[in-house]
């Protein structure tokens, strides 16, 4: 007679491996991997200054990652955070270069004008009902569009203030030569870290993610918490759009469209599910050191643009579908 108690169901065997764990332990094992690779391919890849240089890349992406991660929880999806990106160095370089403010409202300026078009986002989504993916399309081509119109189409230099590129390259670490953009990086993922494991807003926002309707149902007031959650997600956004601005040394208004897929495909390979309730900034980060670390490894290689563009597509893909068989198998 088969004793009950040594017998497990495969639905059992599937809780005893968290499949989001498990996903993010297969992503740090894929950067590790990749890193190795790169290293035997090329003798340059592990020079301090191109490991600098992926750094610095992962500042942007990752941070524009990380505010993606609140609204791909909630189930959500945000397209508009690579123009809005841009439309946010655009603000701070109108108010520092032509309005002549203070470096401080220029840079303050470029985070509302982020957390500005999240509000607007989550307003669409939750007053308007447009789902995620067309109000957020729409806000792409909208801060597409009022970048170009407000800057005339051309860039806006901080050529007369010599120090605000120090925002994002300066160092503020007396010896150590790491750019002030990575620990700006390190420091909003902790604090992106706090925010998602240990206040309501955190926890509201895998409660919408995993059951809107029974959130609702349980008194939450769900329309407010989901705008909060795309307004901190632009704050991030216009965070990535400043330090843009400081890396460059300029406010660039064609630049951005782009970053959104990067920017989504690190959250996804990261663990955090399209379909919303789980996710980890952990995982985000291991995810956009993956994809800088793939793009400057092909660079290294001197892959052709071209194919550089089909690789990270080709990336999206695999994580997208990874995403899907978790699912499945959940």
Partial sequence: MTNPIAVT????????IPVGALQQTLAFASLIALILFFSIASSNFLQWSNIIGILLSTAVIGILALGATFVIITGGIDLSVGTVMTLSSVMTGVLVVNSGLPIIIGVMGGIATGAFCGLLCGVMITKLKIPPFISTLAMMMVAKGLALVISNAAPIYFLEYEWFTKIALGSIIPGVNIPNAVLIFFIMAIIGSVILSKTILGRYNFAIGSNEEATRLSGVNVNFWKIAIYTLAGAFTGIAGVLMAARLNSAQPALGQGYELEAIA???????????????????VIGALIMSVLTNGLRILSIPQEWQTVVVGLVIILAVFIDVVRRRNE
């Fill in 9 to 16: 169901t495969n639905t059992e065997k599937k809780k005893m």
């Fill in 266 to 284: 690190a959250v996804v390979i990261g663990g955090t599910s399209l379909s919303g309730g789980k996710g980890s900034i952990v995982g985000t």
